[in-house]
């Protein structure tokens, strides 16, 4: 029991760390996700209710419809993985462990067919993001401390991120994106002028970690998409938890990802 649970704050730690940092604004749409309705029948029994804090993503489609095309995107992709090669320092120790789990979770994810491509990064900080088109990073320091539960679970939320297509929608939200659309449209290799100014927005974006950052809301997407994905995949959601449990949106995340788990069991 201690140990499902210390394994369940884990995860949701390190999600919280790796978002905690991107999580941009903090636009509470629930303030709590439990609401107690306790009410005294005949025989005075009081029974607690709880929200479904993952309704708004049950029926949820995904598509690329009214953002990038998906060609578009995994240029995109591709333009700023050779942004993040530059800024931070790649390695190829561990990395066979991160492609396994990281395609497990993919394949069973809703976007099953997008080409994934796991990276890890040389980096003391926990962490982990993911770039349009199916790029994902975890930190040495992230892979060292987890076992691979609870890796999968960080795998599956960062998959959970590119299946909602959360970058994309955000860099909809950018004064450029048209430019931006449009250089990716013409982008026809990595070389050339189109390819050069491309990457200077790009690279001022990957510094300013503006497509790793998401709304809470978002996150909870994420969550959402990422429990299911890693329990389809045959990992232990259980694995789905936070390190540092004093972060704000921690109890509620593990709160939730507990709600799901207990949902899946019943059915
Ligand atoms: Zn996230």
Redesign the pocket.
């Known amino acids: 029991m201690k140990r499902n649970k210390l394994q369940l704050n884990f995860a949701l730690v390190i ?1 919280t760390l ?2 905690a940092i ?1 999580v941009r604004t903090a636009v509470f749409t629930k303030p709590s996700i439990y609401r107690s309705s306790a009410w005294l029948g005949e025989a005075k029994t009081a029974t607690i209710e709880f929200d479904d804090p993952y309704s708004d993503f049950r029926n949820a489609r995904y598509s690329n419809a009214g953002l990038l095309s998906e060609a578009d995107e995994i240029k995109l992709g591709m333009q700023l993985h050779r942004e993040v090669t530059k800024r931070f320092r790649l390695t190829d120790v561990g990395l066979d462990r991160v492609e396994r789990l990281g395609q497990r979770c993919a394949r069973a994810s809703l976007r099953p067919n997008l080409l994934y491509k796991f990276h890890v990064i040389q980096a003391r900080e926990i962490n982990g ?1 993911s770039l349009p088109g199916g790029q994902v990073y975890v930190t040495s320091a992230l892979l060292r401390l987890a076992n691979d539960n609870e890796l999968a679970s960080v795998l599956a ?2 998959v ?2 590119i299946v909602a297509r959360h970058s994309l929608k955000t860099l909809r939200q950018k004064q450029d994106y048209n430019e931006i659309a449009k250089s990716l449209g013409e982008l026809t290799g990595v070389a050339g002028d189109v390819a050069r100014d491309l990457g200077v927005a790009l690279g001022q974006m990957v510094g300013e970690g503006f497509l790793a950052v ?1 709304t809470r809301d ?2 909870r997407e ?2 959402f998409l990422g429990v299911r994905g890693m329990t389809r995949a045959g990992f232990d959601p259980q694995g789905m938890g936070t390190l540092f449990s004093d972060h704000p949106d921690a109890q509620e995340r593990i709160e939730n990802t507990r709600y799901e788990i207990a949902r899946m069991r019943r059915r």
Request: glycine residues 8%; aromatic residues 8%.
């Open positions: 999600l790796l978002c991107t993001f939320h960062e959970g991120h998401h978002e996150e994420a969550d």
